[in-house]
């Protein structure tokens, strides 16, 4: 072996040893994040250059709107607005079982959209979406994502829906430094 091919092959040698390195602190890194409670979907955000991420900007009228886009709002009807603004205003995230325990919020956000007051059959639908024995909080969930997935590859979307593991806290993996807010935020979250 010449010594040119030699030396090439020890630079190469090299980098993948120092590439095991790096990978080696990335992982490390990773756990310690995780052991912060960064969740997965925040750390794959970071991965894939949030920058990236179209912004989220919830206008004075709490119109939903992502910057760059040229469609501009993606439009929802008021109770699967008010769900959704619901969960971007808890980034911990909200596990379905305990949604009875977010009915009054939920009420007030559909109050923020519609302040002419809540009908007998919107108090019921609110109802009906805080019971996690009836499937309508999966409905809206379902909804949002097909609203964001219209205008956004799916690999972008993704961190714009309502998700999570059957059981654990559903959330909106957005990081919240991407979500602009104009409106007044309700007094709950104020």
Same mark, same amino acid.
């Given at each position: 072996?010449?010594?040119?091919?030699?030396?090439?092959?020890?630079?190469? &040698?090299? &980098? @993948?040893?120092?590439?095991?390195?790096?990978?080696?602190?990335?992982? &490390?890194?990773?756990?310690?994040? *995780?052991?912060? $409670?960064? =969740?997965?979907?925040?750390?794959?955000?970071?991965?894939?250059?949030?920058?990236? %991420?179209? @912004?989220?900007?919830?206008?004075?009228?709490?119109?939903?709107?992502?910057? $760059?886009?040229?469609?501009?709002?993606? *439009?929802?009807?008021?109770?699967?607005?008010?769900?959704?603004?619901?969960? %971007?205003?808890?980034?911990? $995230? +909200?596990?379905? *079982?305990?949604?009875?325990?977010?009915?009054?919020?939920? /009420?007030?956000?559909?109050?923020?959209?519609?302040?002419? $007051?809540?009908?007998?059959?919107?108090?019921?639908?609110?109802?009906?979406?805080?019971?996690?024995?009836?499937?309508? +909080? =999966?409905?809206?969930?379902?909804?949002?994502?097909?609203?964001?997935?219209?205008?956004?590859? @799916? =690999? /972008?979307? /993704?961190?714009?829906? +309502?998700?999570?593991? @059957?059981?654990?806290?559903?959330?909106?993996?957005?990081?919240?430094? =991407?979500?602009?807010?104009?409106?007044?935020?309700?007094?709950?979250?104020?």
């Amino acid at each position: 072996m010449e010594s040119k091919e030699l030396k090439e092959l020890v630079t190469k &040698e090299m &980098e @993948r040893f120092h590439c095991s390195i790096l990978l080696d602190e990335v992982k &490390e890194r990773v756990r310690r994040l *995780k052991s912060y $409670g960064v =969740n997965d979907a925040e750390i794959e955000a970071v991965l894939q250059d949030e920058d990236m %991420l179209p @912004r989220l900007v919830v206008t004075k009228d709490y119109q939903m709107v992502l910057s $760059g886009n040229k469609d501009g709002e993606v *439009k929802m009807e008021p109770l699967v607005k008010a769900v959704y603004l619901l969960f %971007l205003l808890h980034p911990e $995230g +909200i596990v379905l *079982k305990c949604l009875p325990d977010y009915r009054e919020e939920l /009420k007030n956000l559909y109050l923020l959209l519609r302040p002419k $007051g809540l009908t007998s059959r919107v108090e019921k639908s609110i109802e009906d979406v805080t019971n996690p024995t009836l499937n309508s +909080i =999966n409905e809206k969930c379902t909804r949002v994502r097909q609203l964001f997935n219209a205008v956004l590859p @799916r =690999n /972008k979307a /993704k961190y714009y829906t +309502i998700s999570g593991r @059957r059981g654990e806290a559903k959330m909106i993996a957005l990081p919240r430094t =991407n979500v602009s807010w104009e409106c007044p935020l309700p007094d709950s979250q104020g």
